[in-house]
């Protein structure tokens, strides 16, 4: 199943409140990327160098 097609289950379930007999159709696939925990952003080497020049540390006398 495509992140893509979550997303779309989610707002289906979440946003506009999928009815009860339509709920019970779902299958077991389709109830698990509703209900899982999006995927955490991954933060590489570039958006960390990114990071770091755009918020320096700052040194405290």
């Not at 992140?3 to 696939?29: G, N, Q």
């Not at 209900?35 to 006398?61: K, N, S, Y």
């Amino acid at each position: 199943m495509t992140a893509r097609w979550r997303d779309a289950l989610r707002l289906a379930a979440l946003h506009l409140a999928i009815p009860p007999e339509a709920f019970w159709r779902l299958s077991l696939a389709e109830w698990r990327a509703l209900t899982e925990a999006p995927a955490a952003p991954v933060l590489d080497r570039a958006a960390l160098g990114a990071l770091i020049a755009r918020f320096p540390d700052e040194e405290t006398p």
